[in-house]
Nanobody, 122 residues
């Protein structure tokens, strides 16, 4: 029904930048909320940033001022610009979308991407 394809992960030095992208495909008009989560080894998955369809955003305290989430509703794509990366940002980053509008209907379920590895290391 909905497929999410993430890209942009990789290896970066502390202080560097990366931009993650997540493109949704399928029978989609739009999503209510799009966001990014991450899971570091041995830790629970946590919310990094979310963006509502009207543009309102929410960030984890640990990334405020460094990460910026944005979305292109025409392309059903969400982005995460990550600047001033720190060692503790190392994790698998997952795209998450919820509240699917399609063909005049609404599906409140959420969908997950496969994850993309971000490694911050010197």
């Amino acid at each position: 029904q909905v497929q999410l394809v993430e890209s942009g992960g990789g290896l970066v030095q502390p202080g560097g930048s990366l931009r993650l992208s997540c493109a949704a495909s399928g029978s989609i008009d739009s999503f209510y909320v799009m966001g990014w989560y991450r899971q570091a080894p041995g830790k629970q998955r946590e919310s990094v940033a979310t963006i509502i369809s009207d543009g309102r955003t929410n960030y984890a305290d640990s990334v405020k001022g460094r990460f910026t989430i944005s979305r292109d509703n025409a392309k059903n794509t969400v982005y995460l610009q990550m600047n001033s990366l720190k060692l503790e940002d190392t994790a698998v980053y997952y795209c998450n979308v919820a509240g699917l509008y399609y063909s005049g209907s609404y599906d409140p379920n959420q969908f997950w991407g496969q994850g993309t590895q971000v490694t911050v290391s010197s």
